[in-house]
């Protein structure tokens, strides 16, 4: 009996410690399932305050983009109504601009011709007479006229590289295109509305030119091109080619540096050409020191150089040139493009003093010119900006003197 008795109350003893064990760890699982309830109680109530807080952070944000777009609505309102009135601005200065005759340098020869008076004054003896009437033969010429502004504009289209050339013969209806600053190939079309009806200049008649054109400085007159041929470290040369026969019929060397541009804005030009009823004129700097733009007479026929002359215009800040009735009119601009105008003059008669010529600003339009080809049969400008072609009509008057 007594083993059993032990072995009874050993199992009672062994089945109470039990208890007592999984009673603690009943309760410590309680305990942490408690813990856990309380986190994640906590857990929520800071998640419902951070959404809380987001729906009102987006509500702000939602305020304050809508006064944002309001404020931005009426800054483009404001910003539309300074262009309108800069738009208005301009038309009236160059309104004003054309208004405003040109106040140019005068001497008694142009007076005589300005007045259609064949006489000198009769108290001025015989001798001095005769002086006055040699200084009129030697000094007037049969083109008489200066710019006096600019009536219209027209875009005609945009085609071809950012720099480039486009003129018409003044002796014909036939338009010439260069696109870029050089190659040895032009594109012809039969007229201006042609040009402005073609896709391209890719479908127009292409002229391969036996040499490379360097620069947008050639010109077209007569049936004859006037082009720029350089290589690196050579002399530059003049170059008349016959448009109708396809043949080089003249040449002429002009010594200058290799390196040295005629516009300082536009490097790519190392020489400009222009010929009018007047003859073939040569926009050049001799060096790349030089600080002014230089001026030769050639011949047409011979390209013979007849006279050189230091027009005191400076290169700095140029971007174009073209020359009427033995006036240069160099086009100046800033290099953050803005409006380009007309700021320096130089008559080869002296009739016409820069200082007291009027400033002719052109309309704004995209950049800065590439090139400006004047046509005297029409009174126009051909002017290439940015890719786009567009035609400048002048106004003209005669060089008054008093």
Known sequence: MKPVFVLLVSTAWTLTGAQYYYQGLMDY????????????QLWHEQSHRYHTEQLDFKKLTAEAMDGLRSQHSMMFKDIEGAALRVDRVERDMDYV???????ACVNKADKVLEQGAWSLQESRGEEEDEEEWEEVHSRVSDCVEIISGIRSVKILKRVGSPKGMWTRDPRSSKVYVFNGTSGDNIYQFNSVQNFSRSPDVISSRQIRLPSDWRGPGSTVYDGYLYYIQQDDDTDMQVVKYDLLSGSVTDAAMFPVESHATVYNLN??????????DEGLWLLYATSDSEPNIHLAKMDRVSLDIEQIWDTRCPRENAE???????????VYNTRLASRSRIQCLFDVNDMVVSEEAPLI???????????????????????WDDGYQIIYRLTMKRKLLV
């Open 361 to 383: 600003y052109f309309p704004r339009r995209y950049g800065a010119h590439a090139s400006l080809k004047y046509n005297p049969e029409e009174k126009q400008l051909y002017a």
């Open 267 to 276: 490097p790519e030009t190392v020489a400009d050409l222009a010929a009018d």
């Open 29 to 40: 699982l309680e305990n942490r399932l408690l813990a856990m309830e309380d986190r994640m």
């Open 97 to 103: 601009e054309t208004q405003t005759s040109p106040r």
């Open 320 to 330: 174009a040139a073209f020359v009427v009735c033995g006036t240069v009119y160099v």
